[in-house]
């Protein structure tokens, strides 16, 4: 069976953070790796810095291609890759020298584990550590809490159609992401240390998001996976004693709820407020 781990890294003008983040990789303790650079429009010399490294090592691959955002930056490295196993990268982050080496040890241990993630130690513009806790899906529908830096199956990201690219605002594709993945009942194992370094930085591409830009990406991601959501809800509020039983049992009162809390509006016009 091919172990190769496929780590991804896009990039967009990651001039002053690229060589760190290859030397990382380089530095992987004793497995079977490839980098897939891809360029993402850079308008600075990320190119020449990613060539530098393409020369020094045949497993780092580059591609260049126009701005396209990093849904489609990193399905495209995605479709380039031949291991079994991928690792998205930021172009900005830095993985720990014994996450792939682990997280091998952890998918031939255990057949059904389809996720290998683990903690995070922030720097730059914050020091400390990030406790990333194990994939819960009651908390991964109202957030993202597990950061991309996460070694899955390809046959997964194959399986849900890849990353979406339609997102109305790039910088949520993990959220939903995880979200497709539980649709296909993946299992997350969670290392419970650290595997990667996590470059915090007022420039980044999430922290330029206001308010207007993460409630349009969370109303598409919950209109996405209404279902999900919706059945979630429904085994919630049926384990519930402040809901009175009976009330469960009208579907129209269900999902006019539904509706109610989480796009702000009623189909049926029942009576829902007997509910709250």
Same mark, same amino acid.
């Given at each position: ?88 990268? =930021?172009? =900005? ?20 584990? =389809? ?24 908390? /991964? ?25 339609? /997102? ?109």
């Amino acid at each position: 069976m091919n172990k190769r781990i496929s780590i991804i890294i896009p990039c967009y003008n990651s001039k002053s953070t690229l060589e760190a983040t290859l030397q990382s990789v380089i530095e992987q303790d004793s497995i079977d790796w490839e980098a897939i650079i891809v360029n993402d429009g850079s308008t600075d010399n990320t190119e020449e810095i990613a060539l530098k490294w393409v020369g020094k090592d045949k497993r780092f691959k580059y591609y260049s291609k126009q701005n396209e955002g990093l849904g489609k930056t990193r399905n495209f490295g995605i479709n380039k890759a031949t291991g079994t196993y991928i690792l998205p990268l =930021d172009s =900005d982050n830095l993985i720990e020298k014994d996450f792939g080496k682990t997280a091998l040890k952890v998918f031939e241990n255990n057949l059904e584990i =389809d996720v290998v993630h683990g903690y995070a130690e922030y720097f730059g513009e914050k020091e400390g550590i990030w406790k990333i806790d194990d994939f819960n899906l009651q908390k /991964m529908l109202v957030h993202n809490y597990i950061d991309a830096c996460a070694i899955y199956k390809k046959e997964l990201w194959q399986k849900v159609g890849g990353y979406d690219e339609d /997102m109305p605002f790039q910088g949520h594709e993990d959220w939903e992401f995880w979200l497709a993945l539980s649709t296909v009942n993946a299992r997350f194992y969670n290392l419970n240390k650290i595997t990667f370094k996590y470059f915090v930085s007022s420039s980044s591409m999430i922290r330029s998001f206001n308010i207007d830009m993460i409630f349009l990406n969370q109303d598409y991601i919950v209109k996405k996976y209404s279902k999900l959501y919706y059945d979630n809800y429904c085994r919630e509020i049926s384990q519930s004693n402040k809901i009175d039983k009976k009330y469960l049992k009208s579907r129209k009162i269900v999902i006019d709820l539904f509706c109610k809390t989480f796009f702000g509006f009623s189909i049926f016009k029942t009576n829902t407020e007997i509910l709250e």
